[in-house]
């Protein structure tokens, strides 16, 4: 069993800053690439920061400049750091994370349960 809990999220203003983390624990070989999707009321989920097993990084246009993703492989963890915060930024965000486990079978995708970002004055 894998099991990916995410927090940080809450209610701030346009342009504060927010820090999401999700940490991946359970019966973990390997994690591979990890990400961060967001769905906003009535849209579809969208991909926000990916990272590679190896920290190499892109960004939906949208954030880019604004939000950083890293990893720390030590401890299984996955930060979002999400700086001039706007209204449309405003969703629920999901961690992500490839992961093999020591199940013997084929690594497959596992989900955080989401963590509500808000963005209002």
């Known amino acids: 069993q894998v099991q990916l809990v995410e927090s940080g999220g809450g209610l701030v203003q346009p342009g504060e800053s927010l820090r999401l983390s999700c940490a991946a624990s359970?019966?973990?070989?390997?994690?591979?690439?990890m990400a961060w999707y967001r769905q906003a009321p009535g849209k579809q989920r969208e991909l926000v920061a990916h990272i590679s097993s190896s920290s190499s990084t892109n960004y939906a246009d949208s954030v880019k400049g604004r939000f950083t993703i890293s990893r720390d492989n030590a401890k299984n963890t996955v930060t979002l750091q999400m700086n001039s915060l706007k209204s449309e930024d405003t969703a629920v965000y999901y961690c992500n994370a490839i992961i093999e486990t020591t199940v013997p079978g084929p690594r497959r995708r596992y989900w955080g349960q989401g963590t509500q970002v808000t963005v209002s004055s």
């Open positions: 359970g019966s973990i070989l390997s994690i591979y690439a």
